[in-house]
């Protein structure tokens, strides 16, 4: 099938990258981002860097660069900002995060120096293990979110930038459902008048990013700018939306085996998974209410991929069990084990044991450069709401209320790079491959 293809704004001006957090991710990103520019690295997991396209048949031989099929913003058109609850700078919160080497820092300290975080809304009460020192201050929650609206206001204009994206790379918030202040955008900006307990600070961010015309990205389980009120003024401001909660290490192991299992038909009887991480989102993690935020994120994936009400004899009693432990030695190189029991013909049987040493803010920092990059796209492309095609990147994909969420890595692919292809009006690939044999 072949579009028309759609008209897509030029990339032209400074496009502005606003982090809500400005720990391990968020400075492994924009010291990655650095490093590029300065050709000290390469951007390795990065798709709109790095990533190809097939377009057309085989034969013909067309796999340009992403980057060079579609018109994406230049890593040298970046500028980037942040919130955080700590002063540091983002050399020096990179420094005591301990992802990038020193001797490598050391090369982007002028760079690194010149960012410095804004104050952060933050309410202890959702984040239970931090101590925020570096907080704004209001009469109610619609006054934060008219601060957070005007920093957003003062960035772009400090910064000549012709359009901004906000990432949220902060902490995972205690575990909350929509409740009747989500419901609409009227019942929603009440709830900040009276500073509502169920809006919490991400949605905070959220308001002031859609208001603000910025799409928003996020990158934590948390509730956020999944709700009815949020997606109503998304759709009302012709902004994009996407998340929820970065695909990094465990869960993008877990996407990765379960459709190969599903898809040779073998059974599954329990999937253990443990990880030990000692970074601030372990610490965050430690506390119940978060950790049951993540939890409801991580036990999702296998349900939706292995859908066990379509194949009970394989999949209709399997235990999964997921279990985070803050151990402050491993710093942000998190451990995760998986043991997990499957069966084959005739019910013999096997196991698979996977122990991946992994280290967090690697995998999610070209997550949020890739996400601010397509996001940027998106908008430019007059593509609003829910962006489904930037599954790939998340554990909880948000969808349309009526959709399941698809899950299955190789299927995210295909559904993201079947979208560039539609936007430029290229023919979808199905690879049904019959046309080379008649």
């Known amino acids: 099938m072949i579009s028309k293809g759609v008209t897509i704004q030029e990339p032209k001006g400074k496009l502005g990258v606003l982090l809500v957090g400005l720990g391990a991710v968020s400075t492994t990103v924009i010291a990655g981002v650095e490093a590029v520019r300065r050709q000290l690295a390469k951007p390795i997991g990065s798709l709109t860097q790095m990533g190809t396209i097939r377009l057309g048949k085989r034969t013909e031989g067309r796999s340009p660069k992403i980057k060079d099929f579609v018109p994406l913003a230049e890593l040298e058109d970046l500028v980037f900002g942040a919130w955080d609850i700590f002063e540091d700078n983002c050399y020096e919160a990179a420094l005591h995060c301990g992802v990038i080497e020193k001797s490598l820092l050391e090369q982007l300290k002028p760079e690194l120096e010149k960012i410095k975080p804004m104050p952060a809304v933050f309410d202890q009460h959702y984040v239970k293990r931090l101590h925020g020192t570096y907080i704004k201050k209001g009469e109610n929650k619609r ?3 008219e601060q957070l609206m005007a920093d957003i206001q003062k960035f772009k204009t400090d910064n000549n930038c012709t359009r901004l994206v906000m990432v949220w790379c902060a902490s995972t918030e205690i575990f909350m459902k929509s409740s009747p202040v989500h419901e609409t955008i009227e019942s929603f900006e009440r709830g900040l008048e009276t500073s509502d307990p169920d809006i919490a600070p991400s949605m ?3 308001y002031a990013a859609l208001k603000s015309g910025v799409a928003f990205a996020n990158g934590a389980p948390n509730l956020t700018v999944d709700i009815p009120a949020l997606m109503q003024l998304a759709n009302e401001k012709g902004v994009a939306v996407c998340g929820k909660d970065f695909k990094t290490g465990q869960t993008m192991m877990k996407t990765i085996l379960a459709p190969g299992l599903k898809s040779r038909m073998l059974g599954l009887s ?5 990880n030990i991480l000692g970074n601030r989102d372990g610490e965050v993690l430690d506390d119940p209410e978060s950790f049951k935020t993540k939890e409801e994120s991580k036990l999702s994936v296998l349900e939706y991929i292995l859908q066990p009400e379509i194949h009970p004899d394989l999949y209709g009693d399997f235990s999964h069990l997921v279990r985070i432990n803050y151990y402050p030695p491993r710093g942000d190189n998190k451990e995760g084990w998986d043991n997990i029991d499957i069966f084959g013909w005739l019910g013999y049987p096997m196991q698979i044991k996977i122990n991946f040493l992994c280290r967090d803010s ?12 397509f996001l940027d796209l998106a908008q430019r492309s007059g593509m609003k709401g829910i962006q489904e095609w930037l599954s790939f990147y998340f554990k909880s994909p948000m969808t349309a209320p009526q959709l399941y969420p698809e899950h299955d890595l190789f299927i995210q692919l295909m559904k993201l790079k079947n979208t560039l292809r539609h936007l430029k009006g290229e023919e979808m690939i199905t690879h049904l491959g019959l046309e080379y044999y008649d």
């Open 143 to 145: 006054d934060l979110a």
């Open 204 to 206: 905070i961010y959220a």
């Open 270 to 274: 329990g999937w253990y998974s443990t």
């Open 362 to 373: 690697i995998l999610a920092a070209p997550i949020v450069l890739d996400l601010a990059i």
